[in-house]
């Protein structure tokens, strides 16, 4: 890739994007060749999918569709589920790649580029994320209305190398990354909904995993300006823009992340250091409870746009 120039690079991430939407659009109904929402389901989400109508309905494995990387994490399956919600033609990617399972970032978020030549105008991303704000608890919803791209500012950028003009500019300008007209619509669904679980609006720091944070990372997200902290959507969300399409992302925390200081020895041994550490089965489990709303809510704003 390195010797390529610009315009090449340009022909075959178009070109790619291409060859999997006419693979797509031959193994799925007519009816279903263009849909306008792409709702990408994160660690625990994969039932957001149950909200497509059943018929008619297509699924492709990642595994099947060229040029598609591979997700290689418990609680991703990795499939594209294609539907309706409500009456708006949609697609669900059930699994998604993340940039710690190894993939440069071209490929990661590559099914991206292809939502975008397939035509879908509105990207929904969901994922779990923990809390860093002292207010949230798990089970708690989180409507992102800013990021802080951690690899991102240190190089590591799902933008960096040649710019693809056909899909969006050099230079792109992320201060307004999340739309609020569908913000808005999810908070009006979760009141049509009469859902009790809290609905906070914040910051999500992107990291790059795979290790949970230390206390003192922690403390410097917190002081950074992040209410929660998560291992994907970032990625996603930039290339999106990039393309022109618009983006609701959604963070359901999974965990309240410990930002205490790591107790001293000399502070006496009734403090356990251990006590509210992550793990990736509580993770899974706090999604799979909230697992019922979040769909209602996705469903239900996507009915309304
Ligand atoms: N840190 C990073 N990613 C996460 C977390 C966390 O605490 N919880 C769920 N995804």
Known sequence: MSESSESDIDTTLT????????????????????????VICGSGL?????ALTASPQAE?????????????????????????????????????????EGNPFDISVFPVRVFAVMGI???????????????????????????INLPGLAGWHPLKG?????????FLALSDAYDLDLRKKFFAASATLKLTRPVHEGVYV??????????????MLKLMGADAVGMSTVPEIIIARHSGLKVLAISLITNEVVTAPMPRVADGLDLDPAAG??????????????GHDMRELVLETIKSL
């Open 15 to 38: 070109e790619r994007a291409t060859v999997v939407v006419d693979y797509i659009r031959d193994r799925v109904p007519a009816e279903l060749h263009k849909p306008q929402v792409a």
């Open 60 to 100: 492709i494995a990642f595994s099947d569709l060229p040029y598609f990387p591979l997700t290689t994490v418990d609680g991703h399956a990795g499939k594209l589920v294609f539907g309706y919600f409500g009456h708006v033609p949609a697609v669900c990617m059930v699994g998604r790649i993340h940039f710690y």
């Open 277 to 290: 550490k992550a793990n990736h089965e509580e993770v899974i489990e706090a999604a799979r409870l909230a």
């Open 46 to 50: 994969h039932h957001l999918a149950d």
């Open 162 to 170: 040649a710019n693809d003009p056909l899909f969006g500019p050099r």
């Open 121 to 147: 105008k509105t990207l929904v991303v969901t994922n779990a994320a923990g809390g860093l704000n002292s207010d949230y608890r798990v089970g708690d919803l989180m409507v992102i209305n800013d990021h």
């Open 206 to 219: 992107f990291v790059s995993g795979p290790t949970y944070e230390t206390r003192a990372e922690s403390r």
